[in-house]
């Protein structure tokens, strides 16, 4: 079956640290297996080698100082939007005193709001997180989020399970036998968006964290241009379930072949990966 027209989708990146899996979509884009164009790379370090990586491809890659904004008042803050309201809403920061959730907030409002006006002024169909490791509070999230899901994300484990920053290591340490990546939608909770894609890996006895970490990243890499994709050529479709709660199918024909796919790889290169480890 023929694929349905599409058109390349702009993307802004934000991204923390390495940017591997934005090196991943840059050298699949540059191979013209990319069905978008990064238009834009921020991240919250200086130093970032993400950063690097977009000036390398020649990508428009700028600094958002959130140190800076650690600076700022609530009185800055509450001219750009309501703290109260904001925080009746928010679902990140739980420290019981209400000055400090609002100070924090405010800090937090203040660094998101020089990303939304970098953002703006490219105008993204998508805003792909990549490792960048900042909340997000609702007030970016619902500027972005306005017309629709626009802010993706992938997670290192098998959402809904071990959320958080350290999904590899929490399913190492959980002894689990399969691990797993997942490309979800961004909303206002902890990594608990509606679930796009995901791929599994095994975990083999004696094997460390570093070594499914490895395994995992080698999945995240396939798994993220291909939901990108997606939704460039409108197979991704969101619909409201009985409970209210918002579900994602692919539309894709290929999907089931698609998905193997990603088994068969990664349990052939984990298979040769134990065996060399054996001899």
């Known amino acids: 079956m023929d694929s349905p027209p599409h058109t390349k989708l702009r993307l802004c990146v934000?991204?923390?640290?390495?940017?591997?899996?934005?090196?991943?979509?840059?050298?699949?884009?540059?191979?013209?297996?990319?069905?978008?164009?990064?238009?834009?790379?921020?991240?919250?370090?200086?130093g970032a080698v993400a950063l690097k990586r977009a000036e390398k491809a020649d990508i428009a890659a700028f600094h958002i100082d959130y140190k800076t904004s650690?600076?700022?008042?609530?009185?800055?803050?509450?001219?750009?939007?309501?703290?109260?309201?904001?925080?009746?809403?928010?679902?990140?920061?739980?420290?019981?005193?209400?000055?400090t959730r609002l100070a924090r907030l405010a800090r937090l409002v203040l660094a998101e709001h020089e990303l939304i006006r970098r953002i703006d002024s490219v105008d993204p169909d998508y805003v792909c997180l990549a490792g960048f490791m900042r909340l997000l509070s609702p007030y970016f999230i619902g500027h972005i989020n306005a017309h629709g899901p626009k802010i993706i994300n992938i997670h290192p484990a098998l959402l809904p399970s071990f959320p958080g920053r350290h999904g590899y290591e929490d399913t190492f340490q959980y002894g689990c036998k399969w691990g797993g990546v997942t490309v979800h939608f961004v909303d206002e909770g902890e990594d608990t968006g509606p679930v796009i894609a995901q791929a599994v890996y095994p975990v083999w006895p004696g094997e460390d964290?570093?070594?499914?970490r490895n395994r995992g990243l080698s999945l995240e890499y396939e798994v993220y241009p291909q939901v990108i994709n997606w939704l460039a050529r409108g197979f991704v479709a969101t619909q409201t379930g009985s409970d209210g709660k918002a579900r994602v199918e692919i539309t894709d024909p290929h999907y089931p072949a698609i998905v193997g796919g990603w088994v068969r790889k990664v349990l052939q290169g984990s298979t040769n990966e134990t065996e060399t480890?054996?001899?």
């Open 209 to 212: 964290v570093e070594t499914i």
């Open 70 to 99: 650690a600076k700022s008042t609530i009185e800055q803050a509450a001219s750009l939007v309501d703290l109260a309201e904001l925080d009746c809403g928010q679902k990140i920061i739980n420290d019981a005193d209400r000055s």
């Open 277 to 279: 480890i054996a001899s």
């Open 14 to 46: 934000l991204a923390s640290g390495g940017g591997t899996n934005l090196q991943a979509m840059i050298d699949r884009s540059a191979e013209g297996l990319l069905d978008a164009r990064i238009v834009l790379v921020l991240s919250d370090r200086a």
